[in-house]
């Protein structure tokens, strides 16, 4: 830790004294980013610039619930698609609808939620038709 200040001294000649023999010691040398542009310099004036690029270095995102609900039909589907009996793929939807439901009925931030429930009997129903038309093929390929 540095010394304070004397209070004998102006305030820009005892920080100038105190950089300048920093600079003597080395300890700007060897700096993380020392040498490169200033990143995002050009971009406009932004409060929250810091949590931004903390997001982004810890590769992190956030989305509000019911955002993020839509991801997750999307990936309760594939899980569907590659179920392999009735009882994974029933088990799949009850979960989904209950994420769902739970959204819908309690989050407020972001976007309101427009996502519906899946109708479970219907959505075994195309499971199977799905597997029955897979099945006709050669190639087993969807």
Do not use: C
Request: hydrophobic share 30%.
């Amino acid at each position: 830790m540095t010394a304070r200040r004397p209070s004998s001294q102006q305030r820009e000649t005892w920080i100038d004294r105190q950089i300048r023999e920093a600079q003597e010691r080395g300890e700007f040398d060897r700096l993380r980013g020392a040498g490169e542009p200033i990143a995002d310099l050009d971009r406009p004036y932004d409060a929250l610039w810091w949590v931004r690029r903390k997001l982004r270095e810890e590769k992190f995102s956030y989305l509000p619930p019911t955002l993020r609900l839509r991801r997750e039909v999307e990936v309760a589907q594939a899980a569907i698609d590659r179920a392999r009996s009735e009882r994974e793929v029933r088990e799949v939807v009850t979960a989904i609808n209950t994420r769902i439901r739970h959204v819908n009925r309690t989050d407020v931030t972001g976007p309101p939620s427009t996502v519906m429930t899946l109708n479970e009997e219907e959505t075994v129903r195309a499971w199977h038709e799905r597997r029955s038309d897979d099945a006709g093929r050669p190639d087993g390929t969807r």
